[in-house]
């Protein structure tokens, strides 16, 4: 695998030979960082090649005040390359422009050249990297679903099975460079893969996953040299589940909700406090919409595409999503991006599921009034799906302990959602939860199966 590389961008020959040096130090997947130089955002525009490199650490004064800026316009907005990671430092941080933190920048992290030690700047730059791999991680389980799924009808089941094992071992070793993985793939107990005349080589652990198509048995050997954790598991049987379906369909099949919920484990995993958030919102979600009169298979869709309204929150700092007090106004505003995150990973998918999950990635922040985020929407301009999913997110997250404060009461929590009626929440959504409270209440105390059943 190649090594990361990472772009300079400084004015000053000897911030360039410091910043290598400390980088020097840092191993990702066992190799050195593969570090690059511009002196300008001149010289930077005539070598920059978007999507090329993984982080770009950039000056804000050089030729001009805001060269910086200029910079990250480039990368953001001339080639709308939103998956590189961008590090703005300054050592003049009055000239930092005034609406930076409110304006569509779309930096990931700020440093201050006055206050930079070694230790942070590692730090700092580790996390971008390890961000950077959790988003094209992501992408990369996203296009396998789909390939699987547009390609199910046109393969013979051996072509489909042969290539969902490389799609696997592809996103796999995307996350852990440093793992060996091969498999055995049989049907009805006859080995198709490898080839008979090759010999499978047997690693520490093994994995077997067992299916049906049609009247057809699978058994889907994994060999890895290192453990897979439960979400590479869920990852593969999700995927061997939604081959199942899709072999017997004539078009692109609705995606199954374990595999949704499976990608928003994402997040999940780097949140220490969320727990069973996702799933609750999904329950949350697709009674809301059911409430208010989408047919079962709508209210299905959105309840399902609900579970990826974080899914952009891959791309935040595990530092900034974990802290443990009130996020200052620079947090915050990386924070806010995981809403463009969430859009640009799936907006270019051809799945239903995948399409409003884009848009209730986008606009589950803004408000009813106009004053929410990215883009200061209001009322009927908001998606409904979004404005469904806000109101589920909201009401699971207050009854629930976040790492910053810890859960509100059900009472409390209901009167903030009537408070808010006709200021963040659409008035007619926030009906639907009132007709529907009790409802809303056993979903989220994990009461929804047992008093849904009796209700």
């Keep these: 695998m190649e090594r990361t590389k990472i772009l300079i961008v400084d004015d000053s020959k000897t911030v360039h030979s410091e910043l290598t040096a400390i980088l020097s130090d840092i191993y990702l997947n066992g190799k050195v960082l593969d570090i690059e130089h511009a002196y300008g955002f001149e010289d930077f525009r005539k070598i920059f090649v978007p999507e090329k490199y993984a982080l770009v650490i950039t000056d804000l004064v050089m030729e001009r005040d805001d060269s910086g800026i200029q910079v990250i316009n480039h990368i953001r907005h001339t080639y709308n390359d939103k998956r590189t990671r961008i590090i703005l430092m300054t050592a003049n ?24 030690s070694p230790f942070s700047m590692k730090l700092t730059v580790l996390s971008m990297l390890k961000t950077y791999e959790d988003i094209v991680s992501l992408e990369r389980a996203i296009v396998t679903l789909e390939n699987v799924t547009a390609n199910a009808t046109e393969m013979s089941l051996e072509e489909l099975l042969i ?19 091969n498999g055995e793939i049989f049907v009805n107990n006859e080995r198709i893969f490898p080839p008979k005349f090759i010999k499978s080589e047997p690693l520490e652990h093994r994995y077997d996953f067992q299916t049906k198509v049609q009247e057809n048995r699978i058994l889907f050997n994994i060999y890895s040299s290192k453990e897979l954790n439960t979400l590479e598991i869920s990852y593969v049987r999700s995927l061997l589940k939604n ?127 106009g004053t929410g985020y990215p883009y200061g929407l209001q009322g009927e301009e908001i998606a409904i799906e979004a404005r469904i ?30 408070d808010m009626k006709g200021q963040q929440f659409d008035p007619k959504v926030v009906e639907a939860f009132n007709k529907h409270l009790k409802d809303m209440i056993a979903i989220v105390t994990s009461r929804y199966n047992e008093e849904v059943r009796n209700f």
Excluded at 96 to 104: E, G, R
Excluded at 267 to 277: F, I, L, N, R, Y
């Design 389 to 418: 999913v806000q109101v589920a997110d909201v009401f699971e997250a207050l009854t629930h302990a976040r790492c910053y404060r810890p859960a509100w009461p059900v009472e409390k929590a209901v009167e903030y959602m009537n």
């Design 93 to 116: 941080p009055e000239k930092i422009p005034s609406d930076l933190l409110t304006k569509d920048y779309d930096v990931n992290a700020y440093l201050e050249k006055n206050h930079l």
């Design 163 to 181: 290539n969902t094992f490389f799609q696997v071992r592809t996103f796999l070793s995307l996350k852990r460079p440093d793992i060996k993985l």
């Design 243 to 369: 081959l199942q379906r899709s072999v017997i369909s004539t078009r692109y099949p609705d995606v199954e909700e374990e595999f949704v919920i499976m990608l928003s484990k994402v997040v999940e995993a780097k949140s220490e406090e969320t727990g069973d958030h996702v799933n609750r919102v999904a329950e949350l979600s697709g009674y809301l919409a059911e409430a208010l009169g989408f047919n079962s298979s709508d209210a299905n869709l959105i309840k399902k595409a609900s579970a990826l309204h974080d899914i952009g929150k891959v791309g935040v700092p595990d530092y900034i999503l974990n802290k443990p007090e009130k996020l200052n106004d620079k947090e915050f505003a990386v924070i806010k991006e995981h809403s463009m995150i969430g859009f640009e990973i799936l907006r270019d998918s051809t799945l239903n599921v995948f399409e409003i999950g884009a848009v209730v990635a986008l606009e589950h922040h803004e408000r009813w009034d």
